[in-house]
C-alpha cells in the first residue's frame, strides 16, 4: 500500500470553484511532486519542492495554481478557478533524496469540473 | 517532440507468456530510468530502476538499457492476471529536481 497519502479521492467542482487538495508524503521524504495525468494517461509535471521550498514550477502552476508544504502540515495544492481542462488525476509523489531517486505516488485525486 | 517514446501503445498475451515493452529517450541528458506500473484506480508504482547499461532482473521483471542508444526494454515473463495493468517508462537527467519525464505509456492486458 502507498505510504503517500492524498485527499479526497475524488473531487467534483463548477466552473470558476476553488479546488484543494491534500497530500501527506512518506515519512523522511523532503522532496514532493505534484503531477496531473489526463484521460490520456499523459504526466505533467507541476510543481515540486524540498522541504517548504519550491524547486521548479511550471508556468501553469504560477497562474491559476498554487501549491505549498508547510512545516508539520500536509502539502497541498490548490486551483483558483477551476476549469473544465483541468479535469484529471492529480498525483503527488515524494522521494528521499534529489539524485536519481525513485518517486513514490499516492493514489492520486481525481477532479471533475462540471 | 515527446522526450521519453514507448511501444507498442498497446499489447495483449496470453496467461503465463512473455511481454516485451520498449522505450527510447531522444534527450541524451536522461541518463537514469524507471519503469512503472499503473493499475486501474491506483496511482502508478515503481517496479524497477535501471541505471547501467545491460540488464538487470528483479523476479519475472528484466529490464535492459542501452545508454549509447538511450533505449531501455522491460521483459515480464510468466504473465499473471496482476500484470494488467498501464506501464510507464519514465527519465530524469539525475541532477537538479530529479523531476521526472514520463512516456504516455504501454496499456498491457492478458488474453483470457
Known amino acids: 500500500n502507498s505510504k503517500v497519502i492524498q485527499t479526497p479521492r475524488y473531487l467534483v467542482k463548477g466552473q470558476g470553484q476553488k479546488a484543494k487538495m491534500r497530500c501527506i508524503p512518506e515519512?523522511?521524504?523532503?522532496?514532493v511532486f505534484w503531477y496531473q495525468q489526463n484521460k490520456n494517461n499523459e504526466f505533467k509535471f507541476l510543481i515540486n519542492f524540498q522541504n517548504q521550498e519550491v524547486l521548479q514550477q511550471i508556468d501553469m502552476t504560477e497562474k491559476r495554481f498554487s501549491a505549498e508544504c508547510p512545516s508539520n502540515s500536509p502539502c497541498s495544492l490548490e486551483i483558483q478557478s477551476s476549469e473544465a481542462g483541468d479535469s484529471a488525476l492529480y498525483l503527488c509523489?515524494?522521494?528521499?533524496?534529489?539524485?536519481?531517486?525513485?518517486?513514490?505516488f499516492g493514489s492520486g485525486t481525481r477532479l471533475t469540473v462540471l | 517532440q515527446q522526450k521519453v517514446q514507448q511501444s507498442p501503445e498497446s499489447l495483449s498475451v496470453p496467461e503465463g507468456g512473455m511481454a516485451s515493452l520498449n522505450c527510447t529517450s531522444s534527450?541524451?541528458?536522461?541518463?537514469y530510468f524507471w519503469w512503472y506500473r499503473q493499475h486501474s484506480g491506483e496511482g502508478p508504482k515503481a517496479l524497477m530502476?535501471?541505471?547501467?547499461?545491460g540488464d538487470k532482473k528483479e523476479g519475472r521483471f528484466t529490464a535492459h538499457l542501452n545508454k549509447a542508444s538511450l533505449h531501455v526494454s522491460l521483459h515480464i515473463r510468466d504473465s499473471q492476471p496482476s500484470d494488467s495493468a498501464l506501464y510507464f517508462c519514465?527519465?530524469?537527467?539525475?541532477?537538479?529536481?530529479?523531476?521526472?519525464?514520463f512516456g504516455k505509456g504501454t496499456k498491457f492486458s492478458l488474453i483470457p
Open positions: 515519512k523522511g521524504h523532503p522532496v
Open positions: 534527450d541524451r541528458n536522461f541518463q
Open positions: 509523489a515524494s522521494s528521499p533524496g534529489l539524485f536519481a531517486e525513485t518517486l513514490y
Open positions: 519514465a527519465a530524469t537527467p539525475g541532477t537538479g529536481s530529479n523531476r521526472l519525464t
Open positions: 530502476s535501471i541505471f547501467s547499461d
